[in-house]
Nanobody, 124 residues
Framework: QVQLAESGGGLVQAGGSLRLSCAAS????????MGWFRQAPGTEREFVSA????????YYADSVKGRFTISRDNAKNTVYLRMNSLKPEDTAVYYC?????????????????WGQGTQVTVSS
């Protein structure tokens, strides 16, 4: 079992930055892949970014590429999502997720554990 807890969400103006954190406990953190998804009101949850077990490979949705950066600190059992140049369309609840086996890294069904989510609101 893996427990995930997100933090760092909040209200920010367009063009601003936030850093989300996701602390993991339970299974050995370095053996699991981590991802971030988001869900805006009235929409389906969508992939944002993912990072493999070692941190050697990362993946991004086209909508955030160049603005968001995912990283992980296995010593702290924590994954981060640095979000720069935020836009109103980035407003959503952001979820951290963990996967034991990976795959495309972009599909919800590939992830075994989910956090409760943290709200990010970007004002124009």
């Amino acid at each position: 079992q893996v427990q995930l807890a997100e933090s760092g969400g909040g209200l920010v103006q367009a063009g601003g930055s936030l850093r989300l954190s996701c602390a993991a406990s339970g299974r050995t953190f370095s053996s699991i892949g981590m991802g971030w998804f988001r869900q805006a009101p009235g929409t389906e949850r969508e992939f944002v970014s993912a990072i493999v077990w070692s941190g050697g490979s990362t993946y991004y949705a086209d909508s955030v590429k160049g603005r968001f950066t995912i990283s992980r600190d296995n010593a702290k059992n924590t994954v981060y999502l640095r979000m720069n140049s935020l836009k109103p369309e980035d407003t959503a609840v952001y979820y951290c997720a963990a996967t034991k086996y990976g795959g495309t890294w972009r599909r919800e069904y590939e992830y075994d554990y989910w956090g409760q989510g943290t709200q990010v609101t970007v004002s124009s």
